[in-house]
């Protein structure tokens, strides 16, 4: 755990294993979220997506969010599919626009540039690859990253693109079963917002962004 400030700063609170490599399932998205918001040929409410049949038989881990070939939807309305109930369609769909392979250089190139040393992508889901089972079981296979990493992502987001976070905490108009807005916090405590994710390899995954009763 980690206090960040307003200012960019922060303090470790306390940590276990702060940079073991992990898979990271659908905590994935928050970097195609912030792809999706930094690139030019993104605009949430005049650029229209059009479903493929690949970014409609991806796996459907969501109830809400299954979405099917030739459905049109604007980038908000995908962005907040794969936010919200973690769409595994809204966000292959979204990186279909500039091309996956292309989508997915850019996400790893972020990585390098907020320095997440031990992060890397090979998709823009977090999905585990079908394939898995072809290939020696070593992190490569996976979207990976650490819990320091994670934090650095997540000091960025909340100094550069808070959307993400006011997104997450939406409750959309069905209800997210285990989502973050189901945790209880101490008195005085606020969610800003997080992600959940989970694949058998990954397990239960979560990053949650929280206020203090100081304002931290």
């Not at 755990?1 to 960019?8: D, I, P, S, T, V």
């Not at 540039?113 to 898995?132: A, M, Q, R, S, V």
């Not at 992190?139 to 976070?165: E, W």
Request: with cysteine; aromatic share 10%; net charge negative.
């Amino acid at each position: 755990g980690a206090h960040l400030w307003e200012g960019g700063g922060g303090v470790v609170v306390f940590q276990k294993n702060p940079e073991e490599i992990l898979p990271i399932a659908s905590l994935t998205k928050l970097m195609t979220a912030v792809i999706i918001l930094e690139d030019e040929n993104y605009d949430l409410e005049k650029t229209w997506v059009t479903l493929s049949q690949t970014a409609a038989d991806q796996e459907d881990v969501p109830v809400y969010g299954n979405l099917k070939e030739g459905e049109r939807f604007k980038v908000e309305k995908l962005l907040e599919l794969m936010l919200i109930y973690s769409s595994n369609d809204a966000a292959f769909a979204l990186a279909e626009v500039i091309g996956v392979e292309n989508f997915i250089g850019k996400m790893n190139q972020k990585a390098e540039e907020l320095g997440l040393k031990n992060t890397h992508f090979i998709n823009p889901t977090g999905l585990d690859p079908e394939n898995l089972y072809y290939h020696l079981p070593t992190q490569k296979y996976f979207n990976y990253s650490t819990a320091k990493d994670l934090v650095k992502l997540a000091r960025y987001i909340l100094l550069n693109h808070p959307l993400i976070f006011e997104i997450s905490l939406k409750k959309g108009s069905y209800l997210v079963r285990d989502g973050i807005l189901n945790l209880s916090l101490p008195e005085n405590q606020m969610i800003l917002g997080g992600k959940t994710g989970y694949t058998n390899e990954a397990g239960g995954c979560i990053i949650l962004i929280f206020r203090n009763e100081k304002g931290n």
